[in-house]
């Protein structure tokens, strides 16, 4: 993984300047990617959901994912370079307010926020502006388990101690709401990224199907060719921890945008 | 003047209509993924009054519906949805699958499954269903046409290969649908429509020897899947019903659906958590679901409260030493021996944990006193 600190306020406030370096080039929160070697893992359980199963090794190429989920500070960017106030990627708020004073409020207020109320393609919009895309689910469940088969990020217990902490993910628990990224660094997985269990559920490439494991190649599958639903991944603050963990399929239409769905980006090779 | 104002009207209103109903979805899908199925009912209803076209809370509304066995309401809901959204695919294999399994009216749920397919050809479930009509309508022909498509045959599961079998059946293909029905059977081998299904093949071919051990199986079976069917609905219709969560719960300890039974017994240990039976339910499943720390959690409240229970010690040792403690769990097997001295699970754990923790001589002698109480 390479160096990054989850409480260091650089996160929001240094900028980087994306390649061209002209002066009116977009700019967006920094943006940290782990790189995830080409390989095997298992993919899916047999023991949870039948979407879930079989349980099989998949072989993957090499590929490079968001250590968090896009923040509201990294959305304004794409939404500044979008339009602003025209752009058709607003996100939707949830407290009966005006679509654009309410997001830009957000931004300022929660810059460390998972960025949330975005459709798919507000997500996908969101990648293809920064030249990369969304993980497909394979990707998004490699990144999160690593290669040993484990149920969470960090291991097979749920509340399993790591240091002082029992709590490794923003999971739904008395009181709970999203929260700015990258706090449960005890939750990180194997590669370094952090929240993929929790805080915010996160869109990928892929169509669901809830027959595609026993169908699907063995080789960096990509989902089905088509469906009614993409597949979500991850789990959320709104999520119970008995829903599952790391290998649990959620679904969303693609144009529905929810208060907590975000999403990561991910990219070709390391 | 009039005019200019009722034209900003018009321009305004559709996008915070669109807001507003998005936000209502958002509230019940909050509520479904809390359990608050009365919740998201209102929330859905609501947009579904509201809103002409809203396919997503259309079908969401429906899937409640049709866990409540409200068919007729959830065929018009899901008949909604693919009006006004002709690719969700999801809405009209649904569609047909309220038609064909809730109606009971195979015919008109032929064109939805078609349809679905139409748009998308590997959809396995859209295939069985519409297999399953065509069965039932009397022409297996057809239904094994539609399963044996590209893009539909590689990815069977136990149903969809229980209705490959049923319409060879069906089409007097006997001896292959024995065949068909086994290899259901191999994916899922307490799958009870594949079991009655090879029963009554073996029967009509003549071989009622072979097809009695099938047949007491799928009685079994269907026994245990009756009794899951009942007590879910008991906990849905009313999810304070306590009794019936803990029945469900040992119901899946019984079937090792480890996660399932957890998820009943923590009901029963939220709403009642000073009663110890649950929570000692709900350590075991967590402890054989592999979540020892969470297991440890149930059993160390357990020990608190009952310090002199032996079983509860027991237990609690066993979770230290999943959890890769064993001097923990050594000392709490050596407070269910002081309990219990004549139990010879608790003297056989205490020689494993000693093992375990590099105390062989110990290990040696609780060995020799297990091995005492066992002998004849």
């Known amino acids: ?270 | 003047m009039i005019g200019i104002v009722l034209g900003l009207m018009f321009a305004v209103q559709p996008s915070s209509i669109d807001d507003h109903a998005a936000r209502l979805y958002d509230r019940s899908l909050i509520a479904i993924a809390h359990g608050d199925i009365a919740a998201a009912e209102t929330a859905l209803e609501a947009i579904v009054d509201e809103v002409p076209l809203h396919p997503d809370a259309d079908f969401d509304l429906a899937m409640l519906l049709s866990r409540q066995g409200k068919w007729s309401r959830c065929a018009e809901l899901l008949q909604r949805a693919v009006e006004s959204d002709p690719t969700h695919v999801e809405a009209a294999v649904r569609l047909g699958e309220a038609r064909l399994i809730g109606l009971g009216d195979p015919a008109s749920a032929v064109e939805p499954l078609e349809d679905a397919l139409r748009h998308d050809p590997a959809n396995v479930r859209a295939a069985r269903l519409l297999a399953q009509a065509w069965v039932r309508l009397g022409q297996p022909e057809r239904a094994l046409a539609v399963l044996v498509a590209e893009g539909i045959n590689g990815a069977w599961d136990a149903p969809t290969q229980t209705i490959f079998a049923q319409a060879l059946a069906s089409a007097g293909r006997l001896e292959e649908a024995a065949g068909e029905f086994r290899a259901a059977l191999e994916l899922d081998p307490r799958h009870a429509p594949a079991l009655i299904g090879l029963g009554n093949v073996l029967r009509r071919l003549g071989r009622t020897a072979d097809a009695a051990p099938v047949l007491e199986s799928f009685r079994e079976t269907s026994r245990e899947d009756d009794e899951i069917i009942i007590l879910t609905g008991f906990v849905r219709a009313d999810p304070t019903d306590l009794d019936s969560w803990f029945r469900l719960g040992m119901r899946y300890l019984g079937r090792a659906s480890w996660t399932r039974a957890a998820n009943a017994f923590a009901h029963c240990v939220a709403a009642s958590p000073d009663d110890p039976s649950p929570r000692e339910a709900l350590g075991y499943a967590l402890l054989q679901g592999g979540s020892a720390e969470s297991a440890l959690v149930q059993f160390r409240w357990l020990v608190t409260r009952f310090p002199n229970v032996p079983e509860y010690r027991n237990s609690l040792g066993a979770a230290y030493l999943k959890a890769k403690q064993p001097k923990r769990a050594a000392a709490e097997f050596s407070q269910a021996v002081r309990l219990k001295p004549n139990e010879p699970g608790f003297r056989a754990n205490l020689a494993e944990a000693y093992e375990q923790a590099g105390m062989t001589e110990q290990a040696e002698q609780e060995r020799r006193a297990f091995e005492k109480l066992v002998s004849p």
Not at chain 1, 244 to 269: E, I
């Open chain 1, 1 to 270: 993984m390479r160096s990054w600190s989850p409480h260091s306020g650089a996160l929001a406030l240094s900028f980087l300047l994306l390649a061209g370096g002209v002066a009116e080039e977009p700019s967006v929160p920094r943006l940290e990617l782990v790189p995830v070697p080409a390989g095997e893992f298992l993919m899916g359980t047999d023991e949870w959901g039948s979407d879930e199963s079989p349980a099989r090794a998949v072989t993957l190429p090499a590929f490079s994912i968001a250590v968090t989920e896009t923040t509201n500070a990294q959305y304004h960017a794409f939404w500044l370079a979008d339009g602003g106030a025209s752009s058709r990627h607003t996100p939707l708020n949830f407290t009966d307010e005006d679509r654009v004073a309410a997001w830009t409020r957000t931004v300022a207020a929660k810059p460390d926020h998972p960025v949330v109320g975005v459709t798919w393609f507000d997500a996908a919009a969101y990648a293809a502006w920064l030249g990369m895309r969304l993980p497909t689910e394979a990707e998004w469940e490699k990144a999160a388990r690593g290669t040993d088969g484990r149920l969470w990020s960090w291991g097979n217990a749920f509340d399993g101690r790591i240091g002082t902490a029992t709590l490794h993910a923003n999971l739904l628990r008395d009181g709970s709401t999203p929260m700015p990224v990258g706090r449960f660094v005890t939750g990180a997985s194997p590669y370094g990224a952090l929240d993929m269990i929790g805080n915010v559920r996160e869109w990928t490439a892929d169509w669901y199907s809830e027959t595609y494991y026993r169908a699907s190649g063995d080789i960096d599958p990509k989902g089905p060719a088509t469906g009614t639903w993409r597949a979500v991944r991850g789990g959320s603050w709104t999520d119970p921890p008995e829903n599952g963990g790391v290998t649990r399929r959620y679904t969303q239409r693609p144009g529905v945008a929810t208060s907590f769905t975000g999403f990561r980006v991910a990219r070709d090779g390391t």
